[in-house]
């Protein structure tokens, strides 16, 4: 069965800092990955995906991802946080031999950056 | 381009009450998906439409149905209403149904039961 894991249910860092909000995923082959973002109120909005390629991926406000098929994970990225970035985050999987759409949400990690 | 529209917003029923979710996709996108996401369970796969066939399901009971019309919009039904039906109902189109594509996400309704 496929599986996404998030760790970290909440990670602070303060703003001009890195940050990394971390994911983990369980499939049967090779998998297709995404990173979504939910601010209050509001529905998710996709931030980058990875299918096949380079393992590392850029998305959406400055954010990248790393693919790492040896660790299974694929961990969201930031060089410089934004006040502005806190949000609650969403890593998502299908596996490539899935028929349809559907995703498997882990089960989000709150991202607070302090001023 | 508009993005995913749902409506309504908001919806407050009783229990027992059966209910009807709207969502218009991307024009152009031809699935539509719906999710569940409640604080206990997380975001849950209701199941996806294209070209008016439902071709994936997740684990919910009978009471919750769907429909794709001609133009793609869907619609979700959920009848006999329940306290844990409360959640917010999330619809996602994607172009054309392909597991490499990106699912565009609306505002959501929520919906309480009381």
Same mark, same amino acid.
């Given at each position: 069965a496929q599986s996404v894991a998030q760790p970290e249910d909440q990670v602070n860092v303060a703003e001009g800092n890195p940050l990394t909000v971390k994911c983990t995923y369980s499939v049967s082959g090779n998998p297709y990955l995404f990173w979504y973002v939910q601010y209050p109120n509001r529905g998710l909005q996709f931030l980058l995906k990875y299918i096949t390629g380079d393992n590392l991926v850029k998305g959406s406000y400055g954010f990248e991802a790393e693919f790492n098929k040896s660790q299974t994970s694929f961990h969201l990225k930031k060089p410089s946080a934004l006040v502005s970035d806190s949000a609650l985050y969403f890593c998502a999987v299908r596996a490539f031999?899935?028929?349809?759409?559907a995703l498997i949400f882990g089960k989000g990690t709150t991202l607070s950056v302090s001023s | 381009k508009a993005g995913v529209t749902q409506t309504p917003r908001y919806l407050i029923k009783t229990r027992g009450q059966q209910v009807t979710l709207s969502c218009s996709p991307i024009s152009g996108h031809r699935s539509v998906s719906w999710y569940q996401q409640t604080p206990g369970q997380g975001l849950q796969f209701l199941f996806e439409y294209f070209s008016e066939t439902q071709r994936n399901k997740g684990?919910?009971? *009978?009471?919750f149905s769907g429909r794709q019309f001609s133009n793609s919009r869907s619609e979700m039904n959920v009848s006999?209403?329940?306290? *844990?039906?409360s959640a917010l109902y999330l619809c996602a189109s994607s172009i054309s149904g392909q597991s490499t594509d990106t699912q565009y996400f609306g505002p959501g309704t929520r919906l309480t039961v009381l």
């Open positions: 031999d899935q028929a349809g759409t | 684990n919910f009971p *009978g009471r006999t209403l329940e306290l *844990g039906d």
